[in-house]
């Protein structure tokens, strides 16, 4: 038999939303008539806008024809869209990146995946407790994340989430190499200030650490306090990855498409103390063990980031931000303490009378035929909540509701 990766063979039973499906699953087959409702894994519910699927059928159109066909595309994306992103997303916010620190890929998921591979098998890193499961089981395939034991990792520096510190994670008391920070958040759907992120570059310039930020979920911010950017706070170019998608903001969970920072002022030390840039690491990374995002796809991506678009996805959004206000009005009438949904699409509940995490899931997938995300599948400190989202149509969330009202 062939050697086996000892870094798979120590991984826990399965990926979160692996074993959230196995259980709708079961709970379908043996209950073929039941409608099952998901406010569960976060894929959203609304078809691409106009927009989008206009600039899909030209693209397609063009790939039809031998003057405008297109094969292998730059590694690192088409400058249409990098120069789109910056007009969009960082120039109004007066943030200078140049295009070339942005790399286009197929997803934010496979970017924060992937990222790592770029530290040392010894670098430490520091996790938010509950925290996106990727960041974590990304980092232990990659053998850094030491012993498991109690559903912890020995080398891995847990933060702690909590209500009870407000969902803001301290600094750690250990230095770490790595530290991912995710806001708004995923799962607890809140966010972190100015001057709190301000403590983290600060810190991480401090210490000589690199900040890994999932701004996954900005578009739903609703508040001008709030910063969209990573490097809308001094310094950070100096310290921080920041990683997007267009999968909650345009609906590109199944197009895919994503967008990964990289500044230029970014480095790290080989283990000879050597001086290298991570940014040319990163595309060295890429252009190895990637192709790029399908040239249609950058195209109908582009179009996101133009007129007539943006009013199209604001009404788009204000779907799923009706939707998370409707999952929070609703928990809270009940007397349940209820978290996040005000700049972001989930919300995250305190679990009626301490049940657990997968208890609850349990109840309400028997009872209600409603799925929701276990807390504890995102962190010993999840244990005890659970998370909605608010991706499912304004009629199935409004029928999921009902039904938890109805079995509490
Ligand atoms: C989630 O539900 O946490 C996300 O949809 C998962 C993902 O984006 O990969």
Redesign the pocket.
């Known amino acids: 038999m062939p050697k086996m990766n000892d870094a798979y063979a120590a991984l826990p039973g399965s990926y979160?939303?692996s074993e959230v499906a196995r259980r709708v699953k079961a709970h379908r087959e043996a209950h073929p008539e039941a409608e099952v409702i998901s406010l569960?894994?976060?894929?959203v519910s609304q078809p691409l806008i106009p927009a989008v699927i206009e600039a899909l059928h030209q693209a397609v159109d063009e790939m039809g024809k031998a003057g405008s066909f297109r094969g292998y595309g730059p590694e690192q994306g088409y400058a249409f869209l990098r120069e789109a992103i910056l007009e969009h997303d960082f120039k109004p916010r007066g943030v200078a990146l140049e295009a070339d620190e942005i790399f286009i890929s197929d997803?934010?998921?496979s970017d924060v995946g992937n990222i790592q591979e770029l530290f040392g098998p010894d670098a430490v890193v520091a996790l938010t407790d509950p925290v996106?499961p990727?960041y974590e089981d990304s980092n232990a395939m990659a053998g850094r994340a030491g012993e498991r034991k109690d559903g912890r990792w020995s080398r891995i520096v847990y933060l702690p989430c909590t209500a009870e510190n407000g969902f803001e994670p301290a600094l750690p008391e250990r230095r770490p190499d790595m530290i991912y920070l995710c806001c708004p958040n995923?799962?607890t759907g809140t966010v972190l200030s100015r001057a709190a992120l301000t403590r983290w570059v600060d810190y991480a310039r401090e210490n000589d650490a690199v900040i890994l930020f999932d701004a996954?979920y900005e578009s739903f911010i609703s508040s001008p306090e709030i910063v969209h950017s990573i490097y809308e706070i001094p310094g950070a170019d100096e310290v921080a990855i920041e990683f997007r998608?267009l999968?909650?903001t345009a609906g590109f969970?199944g197009l895919r498409c994503a967008y990964t920072m990289v500044p230029h002022k970014l480095r790290a030390h080989a283990a000879d103390g050597t001086e290298l840039s991570l940014h040319d690491m990163w595309l060295r990374r890429q252009c190895t063990k990637y192709n790029g995002c399908p040239y249609i796809v950058q195209r109908a991506a582009e179009a996101v980031f133009r007129e007539p678009a943006q009013a199209q996805l604001e009404a788009q959004l204000g779907i799923y931000r009706a939707n998370a206000r409707m999952i929070l009005d609703t928990c809270t009438s009940l007397g349940l303490e209820a978290f996040g949904g005000e700049h972001s699409p989930?919300v995250w509940l305190r679990t009626p009378q301490g049940m657990k995490s997968w208890d609850f899931f349990d109840l309400m997938l028997s009872r209600a035929s409603v799925v929701c995300?276990p807390g504890v599948g995102f962190g010993a400190c999840g244990e005890g909540y659970a998370?909605f989202?608010a991706?499912a149509s304004p009629e199935q969330t409004l029928k999921a509701l009902e039904r938890f009202q109805s079995i509490l």
């Open positions: 979160l939303f569960g894994i976060g894929d997803g934010a998921k996106y990727v995923n799962p996954a998608s999968s909650k969970t989930y995300t998370r989202t991706f």
